[in-house]
């Protein structure tokens, strides 16, 4: 069987944002159901930095596999994927693509989730990819009306808001500080590497939801801890990765509830239309699989000669070939 290599061009030509949502969704739920095993990360240090592993088993799919980066160059990232009934390899994705599209994939999950039903005005807090991929997703899952946006450097708002105009049909603008890029927000995300908080919780306005993708440590983090006191509740793709990340968690843990128990109403996330809501997103492990094998299911296959966009070698089979269909489908 031929091994199914695909580079970021297949994910951007093949990988759209309701598939990314519906493989998240799918694993999260499989998670709470411990159908996915999904262990912390594992960091192998190299000096200058580390080579960073995350794994997961999705058991009814009988599928499993891997993600590798570093926080040491800045390399390629790698996603792995094998069939559990016959061993075999089935896909590599390469590239930074995938992981970014399932952290923005995520975010969504958490939006529908906990944000208040309806239409959503967003605000933006950077404008790099991972803040383009929350965005790019979020649209899978509601419509949004407008979008703020505001970078350290201006121009870079600015050419973020012209794309969301263009590509994601978002009406979108910069602004120049942070307090009026989160006021007044259903839906803010805070997308940065800040070791300090850029906004202050006083900011955010009754109802908002809030999505932080940076450090989150008492050492580093770049919202303020007063979120926590203020948050009707504080969700988490992975209750394990929270607590074993290294340092001080910034959210008591034990104010911290499961993504994947929201979605399978063992738990609730929000009560009423002005309850502040805030998403840890931290990166549960498997859930980079779940994509991974949603897009090599979305490549089109039409004949032994064929190769798709961004494809060495073309798989005889989808990747879940001998496992039980489902929906399933840079951050941590």
Known sequence: MSV??????????????????????????????????????????????????????????????????????????????????????????????LGARRTGAIGAVAVDAAARPGPVRVGLVRAGPQAWTQLWALRAVREVTDAVVVARHHDRAAAFARRAAGELGVPARAVTAVEDAVTDRDVVVVATGSPTPVLDADWLAPGTHLTTLGPKSTARHEVPAALADRARAVLTDSLAQSAGSGGSPLFPTDRLVSLGAVLAGAAPARTGPDDLTVFSSVGLAGTEVAVAAALCEAVPRRGPSWRPRGCVRRAKRPCGAGAVRSTVRGHG
């Open 4 to 97: 199914l290599l695909l580079d970021d061009d297949a994910v951007r030509a093949h990988l759209d944002a309701a598939t990314a949502v519906r493989a998240v969704r799918a694993a999260l739920l499989s998670a709470h159901h411990d159908d996915l095993a999904a262990p912390p990360r594992v960091r192998a240090a190299l000096g200058a930095g580390d080579l960073v592993i995350t794994a997961g088993h999705l058991r009814s799919r009988q599928l499993f596999g891997f993600r590798a980066y570093d926080t040491l160059v800045g390399a390629e990232q790698l996603v792995a994927v094998w069939g559990t009934a016959d061993g075999e390899l089935r896909a590599v994705v390469h590239g930074v693509e």
